[in-house]
């Protein structure tokens, strides 16, 4: 991503073609990402069918009131990166560097969240591998649930974070005027980044927290 | 053909420092050093080949112990797999020929690129490492939960490395697609893109949209591994099956990674030994996208005796058999394009009608065992042995050393010896035939595979496959030598030694730093050998 300005790397005619090179990446980097959480999506499906029981257990060990505020929180993010988006694209600056450090803390508390979820966790002694004390018929097949949990919530907490730096960099880059309403390519394909991770956390929030609860 | 002195250097002559190399955005540099890399890991996958038939040249196992025989061919299959047949192809060839076949300066992503092959670099020495340390002894498929629960040796090294190739791959099949989507030069419609460049589109879907499947999976590995949780293990609620399916969602369309450059490769080499426009060239694109496509809904084949449902068995019987469909479309294309044609034999039109032969035998075994009744009894012996080495050393490798040698003028220069590159293929193909046609015959009677001792009665199959295996290995050593010589000695060939058509053969050899003088444009679709 080095041309600042309308420039563009030597290997392309044009700056147009940059971009359309630059966003058509992205996309197909997103389309990786999915198969990435395909695989966890998948396994969860599987395993959800052959322990409905235990599924339904497990759902209810995740704290409702957190996963509902880490939703909104995330839901914010991506409004306030469409935002910063939008602002550039109408020639603004200062407005957007703000609203990328807003996104950026927004996803900062997402992962503060979890970690408190996580904490809580760990009291219980529900993480497989690290303090799992369940026991019960139950247990074994529990004991997955939250094997899925967590490698998803990781995974996808690991997205978070990349993702907060992009952002972070993003507002820098915006500080310094890196960006203009015609050249933003960098911070576009940021923010498509970081619609991924608010997509997915979609996905993951209601077959974790909601399905089977009650 | 003399455009000699005022034309930009090279791209072999644009730096000599190895920092030069090391740090090159350049994709023809970088398709060196994955060549130069991925020769390095086919010999080493070879030795271990040459261990393995080694050992079966006598029913006993007298030379290694069962153990270090499951490391070998351990060691030999994901060696083979990932860091030669994958790679093979898209990443020396293709990254040499893809910006070059649409008239682009580079790949959309240069820098990506040269990440992708220290991605490649650093996956090779974690296999290294794994073999120094002992090796690893689960055969390439990992299959839990010996993987996970039961295996001694160093899984872990293993599958961090296959892990990180993964990357290298997806990140190869991203540039490939973008760059094919977006840097085409003007008049290259994508109906007169070359059938290589639609090969490299086809490989670089299942790349990018396969592999995260078997990333993902072998972190999963890992974790069970670490952390003694168990997502695939059946005493704590986990399940094995589910590993084989997610393991075969990637491997199998990992088969036509290796099979779908090589038919790309093929249909260049015949149209230029023919001389002639391709049969039916949207039919050919056509059955491209559809293998890529049906590809990844076939992989329950290899999981006919697992105790997956026989319904499920069923349904990827069928779906295996429609996917030989396209592969025949292209054979008969093939045969279409030479029927009545003035074909010249030179080494690359040798190898290119090896290929189509050896997939032919490859691909109608393959409906073999595609049929649920047969491969009962077939499975996990020699017969599944041989029916895939044919696709992919019959094949792949096949098509791969003949791109080497088509496009070898084009790469460095100069011109290698066409009696010794004859001699090299045509002894290529008697060896192969005599290593895996043997084995075919020690399938079909029983003789399972895996094991390091056999009864007495398969001892004359196995010691014909042992001798074959030599010649085989004694073919691929030609060429090392023939090439090398060929760079100091070879005579210069030219822009277009073989008066081929195609973007690739306008510009000098080998093509300056930013391929060509000025952006080519295009008015006729490929292959106009007609066209006077």
Not at chain 1, 86 to 106: H, N, P, S
Not at chain 2, 106 to 132: E, M, Q
Not at chain 2, 235 to 246: I, N
Not at chain 2, 453 to 482: D, H, T
Request: aromatic letters at 16%; a neutral charge; glycine letters at 8%.
């Amino acid at each position: 991503m080095s041309p600042t300005t309308t420039r563009h790397a030597e290997q392309f005619d044009d700056a147009a073609q940059q971009r359309e090179a630059a966003t058509f990446g992205m996309w197909t980097f997103l389309a990786t990402e999915i198969l990435f959480f395909g695989v966890l999506f998948a396994a969860y499906t599987v395993f959800r069918t052959l322990w409905p029981d235990a599924f339904a257990s497990g759902s209810r060990h995740t704290d409702l009131l957190l996963g509902s505020l880490e939703t909104a929180v995330l839901l914010t993010s991506s409004f306030t990166v469409a935002l910063a988006v939008r602002d550039i694209q109408l020639g603004g600056r200062a407005m957007a560097m703000w609203l990328l450090v807003a996104t950026a803390i927004l996803g900062v508390a997402f992962l503060a969240i979890h970690g408190v979820e996580y904490y809580a966790d760990y009291k219980a002694a529900v993480i497989p591998g690290i303090r799992y004390e369940e026991v019960g018929s139950l247990a074994p097949a529990k004991q997955l649930f939250f094997v899925l949990y967590y490698v998803t919530t990781l995974f996808h907490g690991l997205h978070v974070t990349i993702g907060v730096l992009l952002l972070a960099l993003m507002a820098r880059r915006v500080r310094r005027g890196d960006f203009s309403a015609d050249e933003y390519t960098p911070l576009e394909i940021s923010a498509l980044y970081w619609h991924l991770v608010d997509i997915v956390w979609v996905f993951v929030f209601p077959l974790y927290y909601l399905v089977g609860r009650s | 053909m003399t455009r000699a002195e005022h034309t930009p250097p090279s791209y072999l002559t644009d730096g000599n420092t190895l920092r030069s190399w090391l740090l090159t955005h350049d994709h023809k540099r970088i398709a060196i050093l994955y060549a130069v890399s991925i020769t390095f890991f086919f010999f080493l996958g070879g030795i271990a080949a040459a261990l393995i038939r080694l050992e079966l040249a006598t029913p006993a196992g007298d030379l290694m112990s069962a153990e270090t025989y499951n490391k070998t061919f351990t060691f030999h299959g994901v060696v083979m797999v990932w860091f030669f047949l994958i790679p093979s192809i898209p990443n020396t060839l293709g990254n040499f020929l893809l910006p070059l076949m649409i008239g682009a300066r580079d790949v959309a992503f240069p820098r990506l690129n040269l990440f992708s092959w220290y991605l490649y670099v650093t996956a090779g020495l974690f296999t290294i490492a794994c073999l120094l340390l002992g090796g690893v002894d689960t055969g390439w498929t990992f299959y839990t939960p010996f993987s996970t629960m039961f295996s001694n040796s160093h899984v872990m090294l293993t599958v961090v490395g296959v892990f990180i190739v993964g990357f290298s791959s997806i990140l190869t099949g991203l540039n490939f697609i973008v760059t094919i989507h977006t840097m085409r030069t003007r008049g290259m419609t994508w109906f007169r893109l070359p059938l290589f460049v639609w090969s490299m589109y086809g490989v670089s879907l299942v790349m990018v949209l396969a592999t995260p499947v078997l990333a993902m999976t072998l972190a999963l590995i890992a974790a069970e591994r670490l952390f003694g949780v168990g997502i695939f293990d059946p005493a704590l609620g986990g399940d094995p099956l589910l590993f084989q399916h997610f393991f075969w969602f990637y491997s199998h369309p990992a088969v036509y990674i290796m099979v779908l450059p090589s038919m790309g490769v093929v249909s260049e080499l015949i149209t230029a030994g023919v001389r002639r426009r391709i049969f039916g060239y949207r039919f050919m694109v056509y059955s491209i996208i559809g293998i890529a496509v049906v590809g990844f809904l076939v992989w329950g084949h290899h999981m006919f005796v697992s105790g997956q449902s026989m319904y499920a068995g069923i349904v990827f019987s069928i779906l295996s058999f429609i996917v030989a469909v396209p592969s025949a479309i292209k054979v008969f294309n093939w045969t279409a394009t030479l029927y009545k044609g003035d074909i010249a034999f030179g080494a690359p039109m040798i190898y290119a009608l090896g290929f189509v032969g050896l997939f032919m035998v490859g691909g109608l075994t393959g409906l073999f065992l595609a049929a649920v009744a047969l491969d009962v009894n077939l499975t996990d012996t020699y017969f599944v042995v041989a029916h895939f080495h044919y696709i992919m050393v019959g094949g792949a490798v096949m098509a791969y050393l003949g791109g080497i040698h088509f496009w070898w003028p084009k790469i460095t220069g100069r011109l290698y010896s066409e009696a010794w590159a004859r001699f090299a293929a045509i002894l290529m193909f008697l060896g192969f035939n005599l290593t895996f046609f043997p084995q075919f015959l020690a399938g079909a009677e029983g003789m399972p595979r895996r094991y390091h001792e056999y009864p007495a009665q398969f001892a004359l199959l196995n010691v014909l496959s042992s001798a074959g295996a030599a010649l085989l290995a004694a073919a691929y050593l030609l060429p090392i030598g023939y090439f090398l010589w060929s760079l100091r000695y070879g005579a210069v060939a030219g822009p277009d030694p073989w008066g081929a058509k195609g973007l690739e053969w306008e510009t000098a050899s080998p093509p300056p730093t930013h391929n060509f003088d000025r952006p080519p444009i295009v008015n006729d679709g490929p292959y106009a050998y007609d066209d006077p």
